[in-house]
């Protein structure tokens, strides 16, 4: 497995004064929306709603250095990197395991403070902060700072603290997939914070099954239904709990379309006073997010990553990116820049918000352009079209020369695609196209074959 080391850098650990009730939060090297910076500042002013907020963010940290599948021999976890978007702070997660996704969006109406800067960076959330968090008191009152003012004197800045962090090639592919497959998302269940603590309480951590309506609450059930939501490994969903006794509201998002699968990712939002917090998991334990290659065909279409590119130019961090606005300033096509939305949501340069529908402007902080190189199948299939190794038959059909065999690739009317080889009738589709799908799609979009 691919892996590259992270260095987070920090002047100091961040830390929380519960006394004085104020919580610094110190960040790496990111981008800013003016230019890069080596430890950005983003936000400074008080939370509406201290425990609540503290809590979550706890939640965030706790999801980073959680495996559910297994023991993790790699030690902590990915910082939880934050996004300031000039009206919200918002900060996401991965699992160890790589099949949860947390995030908690701080909104305007929990901030009462300045916006200093838009960008996106690493944030400290060490395990005395996270410790500490825990025992914030409701009445009490909290000052964030995101990114504390640095000293200048080198001989006053005291010890810079880094943390290195392995980065294996599924955690960047997996930001990209979860985006890519929240984007197909719908808003399906929905009770209310009460009921939701209620029914998970007793749900148990090892339940598995499809999630239905049952008067005021809800109910597990074996088989689909319309209007259900799937879950998998159900001990993901506990870091909802301790949120939950302050939430107005728990919805439950899953895909749209036919529900005649085995499984389904989801995604759980709490609607919390002043926040929301976000869990997206992957359609079984086992099964992280960067192996469903939900966004490989938008970066094997023709014109795609030139598209990105010109779209790119145009995000500035906004909360809500807006396609129309998008095409009047880059000059094309709605469609075309729907498509290089998800071509940027497959690099990692964007998020998709399940409960605004909407694509968000976000730039990890690490090489966006590594997410496309580390993809197994993808660099497989510029291989077979280098090679050319594809034929194309006609419309419908193509014949891609393999290693051992030659396999055919069929094209339904509605562009859905099949192929005979063993990986694709495994998976019927349910993880993305196959090598040789994505090089009949490559070559055909390039006018070969």
């Not at 980073?64 to 009206?87: F, I, K, Q």
Request: aromatic share 6%; glycine share 10%; proline share 6%.
């Amino acid at each position: 497995m691919s892996v590259q080391t992270h260095v987070n850098s920090y002047d100091r650990p961040s830390s929380l004064d519960v006394g004085a009730g104020r919580l610094l939060l110190e960040t790496s090297g990111g981008v800013a929306l003016r230019a890069r910076s080596r430890h950005p500042r983003f936000f400074d002013g008080m939370l509406v709603h201290p425990q609540v907020a503290g809590s979550a963010l706890r939640q965030v940290a706790q999801v980073a250095a959680a495996s559910y599948v297994r023991r993790d021999r790699n030690a902590g976890g990915l910082d939880p990197v934050v996004t300031s978007d000039g009206v919200r702070l918002r900060f996401e997660s991965f699992s160890l395991c790589g099949g949860v996704l947390a995030r908690l969006d701080v909104l305007p109406e929990g901030l009462d403070g300045d916006v200093l800067d838009r960008g996106t960076t690493n944030v400290d959330v060490n395990e005395p902060l996270r410790r500490m968090l825990s025992r914030l008191s409701p009445a009490g009152m909290l000052h964030l700072s995101v990114g504390t003012e640095g000293l200048v004197a080198t001989t006053e800045t005291g010890a810079v603290i880094e943390t290195k962090v392995p980065l294996p090639a599924r955690w960047l592919r997996g930001f990209a997939e979860a985006a890519h497959i929240g984007a197909s998302f719908e808003p399906r269940l929905q009770v209310s914070g009460a009921e939701g603590l209620r029914f998970l309480t007793g749900l148990g951590r090892s339940a598995s099954g499809w999630l239905l309506p049952a008067g005021r609450g809800l109910r597990l059930s074996s088989r689909p239904a319309p209007g259900a939501v799937f879950v998998s490994g159900s001990q993901r969903l506990e870091s909802l709990l301790p949120l939950l006794p302050h939430a107005s509201t728990l919805r439950a998002y899953g895909p749209t379309g036919d529900q005649d699968v085995s499984s389904a990712a989801s995604a759980w939002e709490v609607v919390l006073p002043g926040a929301r917090y976000l869990l997206t998991l992957s359609p079984e334990p086992g099964r992280g997010f960067s192996g469903e290659g939900a966004g490989l065909a938008a970066l094997a279409a023709a014109r795609t990553t030139d598209d990105a590119e010109a779209v790119a130019a145009h995000l500035g961090f906004q909360p809500v990116l807006d396609p129309d606005l998008l095409a009047d300033a880059s000059g094309l096509s709605r469609e075309r820049v729907r498509t290089a939305l998800a071509c940027l949501g497959t690099t990692g340069r964007v998020g998709y918000d399940v409960t605004e529908a909407a694509w968000f402007h976000r730039e990890l902080p690490y090489d966006a352009a590594a997410v496309a190189r580390l993809n197994p199948r993808l660099r497989r299939a510029e291989a077979l079209v280098s090679d050319q190794a594809v034929r194309l038959v006609d419309e419908s059909s193509a014949r891609v020369r393999g290693s051992e065999t030659t396999h055919t690739v069929h094209t339904e009317p509605d562009g859905r695609t099949s192929c005979t080889c063993d990986w694709w009738v495994t998976h019927r589709g349910g993880r993305g196209p196959c090598s040789h799908e994505l090089a009949v799609q490559m070559t055909r979009a390039r006018g070969r074959g």
